[in-house]
């Protein structure tokens, strides 16, 4: 009798007696406010593909400003070269930056459970445990937060956002070989890494993938290798070249993630999205991350890459179809930055609207259902590869040819 009468207000104590209240991440499908990106591609860290993938970066940004606002960060120094190539749906917003790769500098939004607040997870970004210099990237996400939230939201944690996937509902897909590593949160286990993910991403559950360290610069971020399309329904990346390091750990993601239930006790629909078998000649570098799974969910929309492979990105639309009914689903070009080793979500960051009216995009009929309609069928090999820093000389960080269903970061 005693503990019954107790109980109750023990629990409706424990909010106030924690130390910090707990904050939730929104799934990327949730409304839009806005995307943030950064057109941050500097010939020290690209070389000669500098201009190709601005190009990139200005088609992702045209194509996602059809669908919602997108701010783009911007060096003082390239502000005219944005203005002219981007052009004026998109909004430029003059800052320091080291590198283009917004998905891990920017701020991870988040909202408070308990008070509603909208903050941004600030997750000391280190140039993916101080593989690339991060002077400038570093301080992204607080300077974002400051202009566009209630409040920066601080951790000890240190990881990028693309070392994230969540369902909104509970359940995160994490990868050990990033978040677990010394060159990031030296000292934590995975007991003490869902203790905080939990407080600052309202998560009940984490399915850990195991990913690969050392291979590429993320050291194996999730959104290479497992994306939700709803709760209870994942993309997973699976590479089917024995010959690749990745073969055996994406087919223990694909056990994992069959045998796992998330957060609500769901078994999980586990969709393989199959790579390319070609990529576009010109394209073919040994780091080219030529998969589907690094697609960017906007309003109403689905912004996702063709390779070239009429099959392929023909199989991928229609999975997308399938997985997002309602949706138009956009496939675009971006083959200098996937030759760089990313894709189109590693470029961009959500801001979601919370509830608030989901922001409408720049939309324009014509080009707003665009497709594979261009592809030009490519005969070289189809090699891809996790994120990498593209010549580089000072981090030169070997990049094993991976392959096939999926990119990175
Ligand atoms: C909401 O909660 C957070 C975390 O405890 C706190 O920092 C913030 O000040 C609160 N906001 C309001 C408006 O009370
Ligand atoms: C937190 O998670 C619970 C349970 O999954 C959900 O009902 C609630 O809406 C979430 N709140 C936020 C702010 O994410
Ligand atoms: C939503 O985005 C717009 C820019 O498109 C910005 O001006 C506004 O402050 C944002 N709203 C919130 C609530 O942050
Ligand atoms: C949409 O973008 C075009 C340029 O791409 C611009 O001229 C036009 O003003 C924009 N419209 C709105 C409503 O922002
Ligand atoms: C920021 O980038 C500029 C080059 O654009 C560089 O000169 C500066 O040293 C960087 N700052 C930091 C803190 O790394
Ligand atoms: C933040 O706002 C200041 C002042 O308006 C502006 O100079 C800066 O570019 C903004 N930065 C971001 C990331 O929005
Ligand atoms: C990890 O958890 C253990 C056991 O609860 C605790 O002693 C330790 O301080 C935690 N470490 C971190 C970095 O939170
Ligand atoms: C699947 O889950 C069951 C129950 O948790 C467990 O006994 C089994 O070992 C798991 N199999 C694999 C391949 O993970
Ligand atoms: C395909 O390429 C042609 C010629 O480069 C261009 O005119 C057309 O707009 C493109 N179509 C799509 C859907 O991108
Ligand atoms: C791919 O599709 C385009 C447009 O439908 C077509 O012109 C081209 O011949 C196709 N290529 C291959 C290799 O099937």
Redesign the pocket.
């Known amino acids: 009798m005693l503990v019954k009468t107790l109980l109750p207000s023990l629990l409706l104590a424990l909010p106030c007696l924690a130390q910090d209240s707990r904050w939730g991440m929104p799934d990327e499908g949730q409304p839009h406010n806005r995307t943030w990106m950064a057109f941050a591609a500097s010939a020290n860290i690209w070389g000669d593909t500098l201009d190709a993938v601005r190009k990139d970066l200005a088609t992702i940004a045209q194509t996602i400003a059809q669908f919602e606002p997108v701010s783009m960060l911007v060096r003082q120094e390239d502000l005219s070269t944005a203005q002219e190539m981007v052009g004026s749906s998109v909004n430029l917003v003059v800052g320091e930056l080291d590198d283009l790769w917004m998905r891990d500098t920017g701020p991870v939004f988040v909202k408070n459970v308990d008070n509603g607040t909208i903050g941004g997870v600030n997750f000391n970004f280190n140039g993916w445990g101080n593989k690339q210099e991060h002077g400038n990237d570093s301080k992204v996400a607080a300077e974002v937060d400051r202009n566009s939230t209630d409040m920066v939201v601080s951790t000890t944690l240190v990881l990028e956002g693309g070392a994230l996937e969540v369902d909104g509902e509970g359940t995160a897909i994490i990868t050990e070989s990033c978040v677990l590593n010394e060159n990031r949160n030296p000292g934590w286990t995975k007991e003490n890494v869902t203790e905080e993910l939990s407080r600052l991403l309202n998560l009940t559950k984490i399915i850990w993938l195991p990913g690969i360290a050392g291979k590429d610069i993320t050291d194996g971020h999730t959104d290479f290798y497992a994306r939700f399309a709803s709760p209870g329904v994942v993309f997973a990346g699976f590479e089917p070249d024995t010959s690749s390091f990745d073969h055996d750990v994406t087919t223990q993601h694909l056990e994992i993630l069959r045998n796992s239930t998330d957060a609500a006790g769901r078994t999980l629909d586990v969709v393989v999205l199959n790579a390319p078998g070609t990529i576009r000649p010109t394209t073919n570098t040994k780091d080219f991350a030529a998969g589907y799974i690094n697609f960017y969910q906007v309003n109403g929309a689905i912004i996702g890459p063709e390779f070239g492979d009429n099959d392929t990105d023909s199989a991928a639309k229609a999975a997308m179809e399938k997985a997002f009914p309602g949706k138009t689903i956009v496939q675009?070009?971006i083959d200098a930055i996937a030759a760089g080793g990313g894709g189109i979500h590693c470029t961009t960051q959500q801001e979601p609207a919370f509830g608030a009216t989901p922001a409408a995009g720049n939309a324009s009929a014509t080009?707003s259902s665009?497709?594979s309609?261009?592809t030009s069928a490519g005969t070289s090999t189809s090699g891809s590869g996790h994120h990498a820093v593209a010549s580089n000389a000072l981090f030169g960080f070997a990049v094993v040819t991976l392959v096939a269903s999926f990119m990175l970061l």
Request: glycine share 0%; net charge neutral; proline share 0%.
């Open positions: 675009i070009n080009v665009q497709s309609a261009n």
